[in-house]
């Protein structure tokens, strides 16, 4: 069997069903796919349904201060292929929002919530976007997000 | 949710926590009709220091020791999962030899957190003479940890580009000798505990997690094994040596407590293997490899298979001597999610056991 053959039939049949969207194969056991946010809900029930991405591992966000923009990474893993998908998005750093995964993996509930508190991203749909990590009577408009990489510090 | 104290009182949520009431630094939050449970949640973030964040102002090799304060009690699967983002993003090969060495002390480290958890769960069921005697056994295995090391649990030695040192002389030996104790132990371990009746009443059929659940709530490690599912990182997504390791992965049927507590049991008895033959199959040779102080641009995700679970480090690098982001994804975190699920229906006896079958580390939860 000819190396990667299951990476790249999934980034093939990605690119099929959604021609807008990036695919590329990284390594073996690795693919990732970089969509608009328009999109990211689609491919999400796209890859759940139909390439068998069932076992969410984590969403994490990254703040490019520079270009003024978040990038919001999802890592799924497929418990039949044994492959871990990158699903990356960008959005705006002056209004991120993004469309909740909940329904679709309901797994990643606390990983939004964290990405939210920490990174300042409003996933809309979330059940309950609320602090979890942080000091309880934490206030964002006063002393931000703390993963951002503008976050100076809360001052006594 | 973080309620107000003052909400808190008013409510009919009974708080068991923050302040460690066995559970560790975390809170269990219930409501009871008698002693019947009609709902139970976590309240997780009192242990939270800001790691990924504290990551972005260090040197890559300044934040390892950083890293094993997550999971203390399972230091070197974690060390082991950023060191590999960062070499992957190097491109480095590491020494075969330390990649032996590695799986070893990996696999040291999965047993001695067992063995944390096999004392606790006895405390929480009543059987105080195994936790006096599963911590026993562990303080020998970390005397033979820092045989080699000179640390009992913070190693700081899987380094990038290798392991600090060579493994010293006359190691060997001791480690076969400690194997062939341990082997024995673990039979008594399951004469006396995990096969005694009062466990087996005390867990079975509490708290189950069906296989579908399991994977559609990201449960991880012996959680996600103990409902039956074949999912580990060291055979799906081998890393180091495990391809070259007999060993196999032990799964549960039903999904209750008391599967999650014999797959852990046998997790135990594969992780001698892996250790003796890592000991017998490794090669002569150099531990390291240099690996420039400056990287790349680059990104990478490494998955460990960490005592508690599937442990998932996302590096991105911009040029430089620093990590640009590190996202840690860790087993307790995912599992602790599970607890409301799996404590329905049950009664507040029965609450201890819930939790200690997940293997909660409040520290590895909020990092």
Known sequence: MPKLEVEESIVKEVRKVFPSVEGEVDREKRVTFT?????L???ALHLRDKQGFD????????????????????????SSKKVVAAIKTFVPRDNPRLPSLVDVWEGINWHERETWELMGITFEGHPNLSILLLQEDWDHEKWGYPLRKDFKGVED | MKESNAALLKSRWI???PVHPASGQLRVLFDTDGEHLLG???DIGY??????????NRFFIGVIPMLEKICILDASNYDLGYVRAVEEIHGVDVPERARYIRVFMCELNRITSHLYWTALMAAVTGFYTILMWAINDRELLLDLGAEYTGQRVSYIYIIPGGVRQDLPSGFKEKAFEFLDYFEQRLKILYDTFFTNKLFQMRTSGVGVLKKEDALRLGAAGPTLRGSGLKIDVRKDDPYEVY????FKIPTGERGDAYDRCMVRFHEMEQSTKIMRQALESMPDGPVKVRVPWIAPKGEALSRVEAARGEADFYLLTQRGSKPYRLKISTPSFKNLYLFSHISRGHLVADLPVLLFSLDPFPLDADR
């Open chain 1, 35 to 39: 969509v608009d946010p328009a999109t």
């Open chain 1, 41 to 43: 809900r689609d491919l």
């Open chain 2, 15 to 17: 708080s068991w926590g």
């Open chain 1, 55 to 78: 076992y969410p591992l984590s969403v994490g966000g990254v703040d490019y201060l520079r270009e003024g923009k978040f990038m919001v990474v999802y890592h799924v893993s497929s």
């Open chain 2, 47 to 56: 242990v939270h220091r800001g790691i990924e964040k504290m990551a972005e």
């Open chain 2, 40 to 42: 139970a949640k976590v």
């Open chain 2, 243 to 246: 391809e070259e390791m007999d």
